[in-house]
């Protein structure tokens, strides 16, 4: 069966830290790949996304994902924490091959400290 | 998040009621889906659509009906509205995979309470 699976649902790191955000997925197909941001009481923006070609993405605000086919994973990183990334973060995926489902995984809110 | 129209924006119900929340987009996109949205569970897919005339079941299905009569709407109905179906709803469109998709636009969400 397809899942997403996002490691840790609330993650905080200090400003100017590393930021490691999880994603494992399961699938027989290959997969489409995404991470969305989610600020409080706001609707869903695009960080980055992977379809194919290149499997290191980079996106939006410093973010970026590398696709691991053979560990199933999609992990977000950010060199160096800002305050303003604070937000829920989402891991998608697409799965094809017929069934047409984008799955979301149930999200990890990052914290960010001075 | 341009193009896909989603209304109403706020809605309160009463059990039992029942409502549709409207989902519009002027894309062209083919594939359309709703999800609800719940603290710690991140989005659910509920229904979606593959094009006009087509209607498939995602992962929370049961309460909810859709229709895709036109390729631009993608109505979703609760028919007699239950507590446990109070979320945030977001509609999403996009390009069929087959035409080199890549980007879903969501709706800005309906924030549904039902009492």
């Known amino acids: 069966a397809q899942s997403v699976t996002q490691l840790g649902s609330h993650v905080s790191v200090s400003e100017g830290a590393l930021v490691l955000l999880r994603c494992n997925y399961s699938?027989?197909?290959?997969?489409?790949l995404f991470w969305y941001v989610q600020y409080p009481n706001q609707g869903l923006q695009l960080l980055l996304k992977y379809t194919t070609g290149a499997t290191l993405v980079k996106g939006i605000n410093g973010f970026e994902a590398e696709f691991k086919k053979s560990e199933t994973s999609f992990h977000l990183t950010k060199p160096s924490a800002h305050m303003s990334d604070a937000a829920e973060y989402f891991c998608a995926v697409f799965f094809s091959g017929g069934y047409n489902k984008l799955i979301f995984g149930a999200g990890t809110r990052l914290a960010v400290h001075p | 998040n341009a193009g896909v129209t989603q209304t109403p924006k706020f809605q309160v119900l009463k059990t039992g009621q029942s409502m549709t929340l409207q989902c519009a987009q002027d894309?062209?996109?083919?594939?359309m889906s709703w999800y609800r949205q719940d603290p710690g569970m991140g989005l659910r897919l509920i229904h979606y659509s593959v094009g006009a005339g087509i209607t498939d079941q995602g992962e929370v299905p049961n309460g909810y009906n859709v229709s895709r009569s036109t390729t631009e709407d993608f109505p979703l109905r609760l028919l007699s509205a239950a507590p446990s179906q109070t979320s945030v709803y977001f509609c999403?469109?996009?390009?069929?995979?087959?035409?080199?998709?890549?980007?879903?636009?969501f709706g800005e969400g309906s924030w549904l309470t039902v009492v």
């Open positions: 699938s027989s197909v290959p997969p489409y």
């Open positions: 999403a469109s996009s390009y069929s995979p087959g035409q080199g998709w890549n980007t879903i636009y």
């Open positions: 894309m062209n996109h083919e594939y």
